[in-house]
T-cell receptor
Framework: AQKVTQAQTEISVVEKEDVTLDCVYE???????LFWYKQPPSGELVFLIR??????QNEISGRYSWNFQKSTSSFNFTITASQVVDSAVYFC???????????????FGQGTILTVHP | DAGVTQSPTHLIKTRGQHVTLRCSPI?????VSWYQQVLGQGPQFIFQ???????GRGNFPDRFSARQFPNYSSELNVNALLLGDSALYLC??????????????FGPGTRLTVL
């Protein structure tokens, strides 16, 4: 069975601080995909990044960066110089590789509520 | 291009009633998935449909059913509503080409309240 754990329920920071959101996953699949989604108060899940299990390169996109480590089954997300607009619930998700049933099933963590104060 | 659209936005029903939620995928996407998100939790997978066929089902009772139409839009039906069915129902679409680039994009959701 697949499982995603986001141990941080809530994080509160002041604007311009850096913040890291943790994600730990469990899977028996050798090929899998990891995702981060942002859910603002409006409710819509906004796709941020997808990472394949065979590509451990870290990625940076503007103020966002992701650290993928298979050795520790972690896929952490860092926001540099946080802004008030970053306030949202962030979800880490896992999907198995192609093949079999429920191919499209995303397994989500419980989410981390990030509040950035001005 | 339009994103994933869902209707209605909000819905209030009473216990025992039936509800139908609708979803239109992004143009060119052939797969639709449904998720239930209870307040304070992550979304839970309900169904995936691809080319009008069910490709996956989550751990939900038979009161939940869905279908996909030739234009790839989809309906989620829930019978005999229970208070515990109150949640945000999210629809996601994807190309479902089974490649590493397949990504699900979500709609704004339908907020269902069961009284």
């Amino acid at each position: 069975a697949q499982k995603v754990t986001q141990a941080q329920t809530e994080i509160s920071v002041v604007e311009k601080e850096d913040v890291t959101l943790d994600c730990v996953y469990e899977t028996r699949d050798t090929t899998y995909y990891l995702f981060w989604y942002k859910q603002p108060p409006s409710g819509e899940l906004v796709f941020l990044i997808r990472r394949n299990s065979f590509d451990e390169q870290n990625e940076i996109s503007g103020r966002y960066s992701w650290n993928f480590q298979k050795s520790t089954s972690s896929f952490n997300f860092t926001i540099t110089a946080s802004q008030v607009v970053d306030s949202a619930v962030y979800f880490c998700a896992l999907r198995k590789g192609a093949g079999g049933t429920s191919y499209g099933k995303l397994t989500f963590g419980q989410g981390t509520i990030l509040t950035v104060h001005p | 291009d339009a994103g994933v659209t869902q209707s209605p936005t909000h819905l209030i029903k009473t216990r025992g009633q039936h509800v139908t939620l609708r979803c239109s995928p992004i143009s060119g996407h052939k797969s639709v998935s449904w998720y239930q998100q209870v307040l304070g939790q992550g979304p839970q997978f309900i169904f995936q449909y691809y080319e009008k066929e069910e490709r996956g089902r989550g751990n939900f009772p038979d009161r939940f059913s869905a279908r996909q139409f030739p234009n790839y839009s989809s309906e989620l039906n829930v019978n005999a509503l229970l208070l515990g069915d109150s949640a945000l129902y999210l629809c996601a679409s994807s190309l479902a080409d089974r490649s590493s680039t397949d990504t699900q994009y979500f709609g704004p959701g339908t907020r269902l309240t069961v009284l």
